[in-house]
Nanobody, 116 residues
Framework: QVWLVESGGGAVQAGGSLRLSCTAS????????VGWYRQAPGSEREFVAT????????NYTDSVKGRFTISKDDGENTVYLQMNNLKPEDTAMYYC?????????WGRGTQVTVSS
């Protein structure tokens, strides 16, 4: 079993920054990667960014490239999403998801609200 806890969400004005954290516990060894996803009201959940468990490769959706950075702290088993130059369209519930051989594990999410 794997548990994921997200934190760091909040309300900011456009152009502001937030750093989200996703802390993993449990059977995380041999995981494939950890990703951030978001879901706005009335919309489907969408991919934002992902990082391999080794931390050597990252991937981003086009709309956040150059503004968001995903990183991993191995000692803390935590994955971060640094979000800069936030836009109102970034408003959503943000979830992290860990993939490993036993399946995909999701956290409960953290809300990000960006006002214009």
């Amino acid at each position: 079993q794997v548990w994921l806890v997200e934190s760091g969400g909040g309300a900011v004005q456009a152009g502001g920054s937030l750093r989200l954290s996703c802390t993993a516990s449990g059977r995380t060894f041999n995981s494939f990667d950890v990703g951030w996803y978001r879901q706005a009201p009335g919309s489907e959940r969408e991919f934002v960014a992902t990082i391999t468990w080794s931390g050597d490769s990252t991937n981003y959706t086009d709309s956040v490239k150059g503004r968001f950075t995903i990183s991993k702290d191995d000692g803390e088993n935590t994955v971060y999403l640094q979000m800069n130059n936030l836009k109102p369209e970034d408003t959503a519930m943000y979830y992290c998801m860990l993939r490993r051989v036993s399946g995909n594990y999701w956290g409960r999410g953290t809300q990000v609200t960006v006002s214009s």
